[in-house]
């Protein structure tokens, strides 16, 4: 007489299946033997990955460091160090959002705030002649716009995930427009433009969304 090594039951010596749980009885002796020889995942030291990056972060602090001696001592009034080091920053700050779990509405959010402060400081420490907050700026709002926009076309069950910054990448849209007003920039087209689209991308989440982003505007900003 055979036992079912799942539920106990004895079963003759011609049986093939357990008349209970229906399972063969070459299925135990597989599960017999698996008890004695159990299946561990191999997890992956993150050791060499944090050293490496630690070597990294002395290196970009190493290279900072010199810049800043130089630019004391030669006695440049210009903080023209900051020209390496600001992108040195983001290129950390990039490798960290990416490799962050947030999802991918908050990566390019961030990302293009950081650029955008990033082409800021550069434009501020070679004469500042505008061109960041005149163009580039507010084209990168568009961009990051249109990513969002992307997302929630291609993953609308994430709706509730990703309207948040969406919502915040419009306003964003209309900050080239303030620019020109306060006097930051001195050119309007490309502000003009970017605030347009941010119009245009809220005339058409009421249009096709207009319940859900009703709901979330009232919900976020408690209107």
Request: glycine residues 6%; hydrophobic residues 50%; positive net charge.
């Amino acid at each position: 007489m055979n036992r079912c090594e799942q539920c106990g039951v004895l079963l003759e010596d011609e049986a093939i299946k357990c008349p209970l749980c229906h399972r063969g009885t070459g299925e135990h002796k597989d599960s017999a033997v698996n008890k004695f020889y159990p299946v561990y995942e191999i997890i992956e030291s993150g050791e060499d990955k944090s050293v490496a990056k630690k070597v990294l972060m002395f290196v970009f602090l190493t290279v900072i460091s010199i810049c800043l001696l130089i630019n004391l001592l030669t006695g440049i009034s210009t903080p023209w160090f900051l020209l390496i080091a600001c992108p040195l920053f983001f290129i950390v700050a990039s490798i960290t959002i990416i490799k962050s779990g947030t999802h991918a509405g908050a990566k390019i959010f961030f990302q293009i705030l950081a650029l955008s402060g990033l082409l800021l400081i550069i434009d501020l420490l070679s004469g500042y002649y505008r061109w960041s907050v005149n163009i580039v700026i507010p084209f990168l709002f568009i961009i990051g716009t249109f990513m969002i926009t992307i997302i929630l076309i291609k993953r609308k069950i994430y709706w509730n995930e990703y309207i948040g910054y969406i919502i915040a990448m419009m306003f964003l849209g209309l900050l080239p427009v303030l620019f020109y007003v306060t006097g930051i920039s001195d050119q309007i087209w490309a502000g003009a433009v970017s605030a347009l689209y941010s119009l245009l991308t809220a005339a058409g989440m009421l249009l096709f969304n207009t319940k859900k982003f009703k709901n979330e505007i009232t919900r976020r900003f408690h209107i």
